[in-house]
């Protein structure tokens, strides 16, 4: 399951429930992954719109690939307006070894940033523009734009 | 029936149109021109179900949903 949050997350205290809670489970690697925003561009901040249904579907995908690998996926994004040097997205690899872990976590922040549904504004000035040059067409996309 | 939705920044109210196939929904969208620049980046799917297929046939009440360009994190 994604957990998603109006604002910044608390970091700290998600890695700490996601590691407490699975601690006993024999797991030798824990890779987590932080996405903090930077003061880039003179923004004030960036603000996300997320489409949970199709989120939640892509989400339990990649939990089979990881599963079938005996690892376990976990992520938190945040919704709405995120400020400058806070963080808004969070992920993290649980598996036994080390290696599927850096190769999971690799793979599948990648595919995050292709595919999740998604969308990032930057803040500034007051105003929330879409980040149409950062963003990427999903698998598929164009298919209502072709020649009928 | 069926409605239209578009996600995001394309910021449009849904609408409902008649359409038997995606190729259908395609010709209306097409001849909107606040739309038209969306349709070539945009992902489509049907009911919340992710669709390539432009034969993909529609039933009565479908709700498809148009999915512009992603940037996570």
């Known amino acids: 399951m994604v957990e998603i949050y109006d604002g910044s997350l608390d970091v700290k ?15 030798g690697a824990f890779i987590p992954f932080v996405g903090v925003i930077r003061d880039e561009d003179g923004i004030d901040g960036l603000s996300f719109d997320i489409y949970e249904p199709i989120l939640a579907q892509w989400f339990d995908g990649w939990q089979e690939k990881a599963k079938a690998r005996g690892a376990l996926l976990k992520m938190a994004h945040s ?15 649980f598996s036994p070894k080390r290696r599927v872990a850096l190769m999971l976590i690799d793979e599948f922040v990648e595919d995050f940033k292709a595919n999740a549904p998604i969308w990032k504004y930057d803040l500034r000035d007051g105003a929330r523009i879409y980040a149409e040059d950062r963003s990427t067409p999903m698998n598929g996309a164009g298919l209502l734009g072709g020649k009928l | 029936m069926v409605i239209v939705e578009f996600l995001g920044p394309i910021a449009l109210a849904p609408i409902e ?6 190729g259908d929904v395609a010709t209306v969208l097409q001849a909107n021109a ?3 620049p969306w349709l070539g980046k945009c992902a489509v799917a049907v009911n919340d179900n992710m669709v390539k297929d432009m034969g993909y046939l529609l039933k009565d009440g479908d709700r498809i949903s148009l999915l512009p360009p992603v940037c996570g994190g």
């Open chain 1, 79 to 93: 919704r709405g307006d995120v400020w400058l040097h806070t963080s808004s997205y969070i992920s993290a690899v």
């Open chain 1, 13 to 27: 205290s998600i890695f700490n429930r996601w590691f407490d809670e699975q601690r006993n489970n024999n797991y």
């Open chain 2, 17 to 22: 149109l008649e359409a038997k196939t995606l």
């Open chain 2, 34 to 36: 606040l739309l038209e």
